[in-house]
């Protein structure tokens, strides 16, 4: 049900990030390995920080393994700061509107997993959405009413507290419906200058999250790596499923946590949600 | 601002329909000439009821002018009721689920025009659907929001008494809102069976709208002609704009009026929304 | 690398060949055993005979599994002789005129497999084309070269020997460059009467390739079967894979042979290329 | 049949080039005035040099005026050289390989007009492209196959001799088969550093063709005008049709002549086909 990669660091052409790795995440598209599918060929989506304060997006409804212009944009796109995702539609339409990652202004957000029965909790989450905001939402999936709510809730002032209200919020709409487990997923967000990255899910059984080592240890160790070598100090992957078998390079996030990448110290703490009052 | 067309009759290929007039709907894609905008590329829609009650609906985001799965469509599919539909969006993004024509079981629905500042009011619309019908709008367009209206208020017992209250609903909310002339357009619906055609607009400058003439009418005058004579008697064609220059063929429907294409005989009759109580 | 099925008997919906069965064409789009790849998502395409003696071809870049439009066919286009193909590229670019199935006049073509180090070898196999068929190749495929080299030979009068002829050159060319393993593939050819298929690589390891068991006898052993009751007694199918686990259904075709579906008794043939002379 | 433009001088985001003037390409792809066609909606193209030799190219089928893509990356990439075009096809299919720019290492090509006839003469022309750069040939326009034949006679040495070259074989051809005027069209191309624009039909009838005056020249006489102020000196604009209206901005390349944008001065020079020996 998707794949996604956040990277934080000096900045990179997408070709590093996207395809030079031995399981990319274009190799992750026809061969996912963790995942709840192996294909995720439903579109896709990559998100960059450069020219503008706005970040960049390309979308495309292509599978990523076959796109050409991605492949183009991504010898020639550099930056600091990129968030990629890779699709499987759990049945909504595979149109650019639904692919990750989206956007609000300065922040970007793409999700994996599902919020569930959704279909039967739309309206009722939808109407949670401010109604400022509620135009701006062009697609149809779950993740992107997910990241709306979260605006609402006031991701842009505290990103763990609004994930937290809004999965609050899925929760307790959900269990009124009679769904057992109504939330499932790992999320990154972005505004440009931190990436925040949540694991959770009700049931306690979460799709797969890793973070990559400092890149001071990893240089330590492989001092022959010619990626680690053009990477910053400060470089930081954060991905559904590890992009290599390199021996200490991947850690996994713990169930019911979340990560925040920013300039200091990154951060690693436990996610509980919010349920409303 | 899109153009469209509806045939009822003996089952014709989408051919004759949709590639053989001189100003054919594929014509009108690349050169319409009445409507808001010479190309009508972003996309187009054909529905049509064939093997089973629900119509079957091809839909493209390619302009139908280079579309060559509908032209091998057009070549092999036949049936005695169709609806096409090319468009120009409005602003809403260009993806298959914001083509026309929209479905929900037998019935199909298409619009030409726009629900003004549509953003604006997009919410409180939503907000009246019908929340059984809610989960089954799949995209972002006015006129889809404007089918499910139509739905909630009674489109399956009494089309124009459902169309007359929603139309009444956006003009309230639109007023509210300050929108002067909130409503704007043409619209066809059908069960698979009759064929509803209406041409309204707030500010009293309608989209235009065309009906065909009598057949048995037309062959009289032009013996000759080889399209009549295959047509049954009860074929009729509602246009956006006419599909040739034959004379006599088209007729406009006047302002805030509509049309029933049915067994027996066709009706045209005044049209007047029907405010909210 | 690509996927294929030929039908020919009573109409049938496309629903009922390309939906229904539990591993159906579609489901191999997305989890092929026996092919190459697990996924065939490099665009589709389905050819069928009906309303006139042109084939029509619904072809497209998108993995089938989540193409709407072929699913909207599906259920409304019934024909007694399709031929359907998934794609899953070796190289050449993901467009339409790379989908197969080809088509010349009433011929149809589709092709799993390949012709080695192609890129070495087309311009002399190009140039072998008949120069009056050369305009009619839109595409970049081996595949499509093939096509238009066997139609060369004489695809028209005798489709055995025209593809011996044809594989007989493709063998001699790659040779002369060097090619240990210059053919592999299974082939499907219609004029909308009859089926040729064939099995064949020079290397003696071929593509699989199936056959259905009489419609006869899988009736006898399975009265209760709903489709197989539907089933005319000719109706035969012929596929890369088993689109079920019925056990006595499916017979594998013998390397190095073709097969006839046709009026009266169907035939199986031994297959040797026909070097040039 | 096409527009195009091609840029030479400081770095500018694709934004100011391709959305900012008034009839800009964009524009230009559902508002031509001087093509042939109004709309140009048959797929586009735009090639730019920016981190690496290899220009990168970016494609799509889509029509320029409504793919969101074209617009995002219009915001996030700046180059100093950008070639771009948008399509109207004369028949080929739309797919990306048939948009322009072409490319072959470090070259960019692109054309607006055709080979006449060209289906009855492809092959002929086909067999003077170059054996070692055949394969490269990925689409199936008359550009391309010009684009590769001026490859052949040397256009990475020696540009206008060898668009005299392939331009002198293309009307020997045509001639032989009967063809009155057997080219007509505008090409630009460039190895990144020059850019060579040529302007010549067979029958004296060229497609339009215009380039920007000095920039200096320009800020004397528009001292106001913003994107003028921005402009290093070396800036030059070749354009199928003037990007607006300002007066003084524009000159018509004559007919029968090509231009070369350089370091250094600029040149314009007559230009005639050289048929072969």
């Known amino acids: 049900m998707c794949r996604w990669l956040a ?3 000096s900045p990179l052409l997408l070709d590093d990030l996207l395809y030079q790795p031995a399981h990319s995440l274009i190799d992750q ?4 390995e963790l995942g709840v599918e192996t294909t995720n060929g439903d579109g896709f989506g990559v998100g960059w920080y450069g020219e503008s304060d706005i970040p960049a997006v390309y979308k495309s409804t292509e599978p990523a393994w076959n796109d050409r212009n991605l492949r183009e944009l991504a010898r020639s796109v550099r930056s600091g700061l990129v968030l990629a995702h890779i699709r499987a539609s759990t ?4 149109q650019q509107t639904n692919c990750h990652p989206f956007r609000h202004g300065r922040w970007l957000w793409m999700h994996n997993g599902s919020i569930a ?4 909790v739309k ?3 939808m109407l949670a959405v401010d109604p400022a905001l509620y135009p701006e939402i062009e697609g149809s999936t779950d993740s992107e009413t997910f990241f709306f709510l979260a605006l609402t809730f006031g991701l842009e002032d505290d990103p763990p507290a609004a994930v937290a209200r809004t999965i609050g919020l899925v929760e307790s709409v959900g269990r009124k419906h009679g769904v057992e487990h109504p939330f499932q997923g790992t999320i990154a967000t972005t505004d440009g200058e931190s990436i925040w990255a949540f694991r959770y899910s009700s049931e306690g059984k979460s799709r797969s999250l890793f973070f990559s080592t400092d ?3 990893l240089r330590a160790i492989y001092p022959e790596h010619e990626l680690l070598q053009r990477l910053g100090d400060e470089a930081r992957l954060v991905v559904s499923e590890p992009l290599g078998d390199l021996k200490g390079a991947w850690n996994e996030v713990p169930e019911s946590s979340y990560g925040v990448v920013q300039a200091g110290q990154d ?3 436990p996610f509980t949600p919010r349920p409303p009052a």
Chains 1, 2, 3, 4 share one sequence.
Do not use: A, I, K, N
Request: no cysteine; charged share 30%; glycine share 8%.
């Open 117 to 120: 029965r959704f279909q039967d």
């Open 7 to 9: 990277y934080s660091g």
């Open 123 to 125: 309206r009722e989450l």
């Open 29 to 32: 598209s026809l061969h996912s």
């Open 215 to 217: 890149v001071r240890t």
């Open 267 to 269: 951060e690693l703490r």
């Open 91 to 94: 049945g909504t339409p595979v």
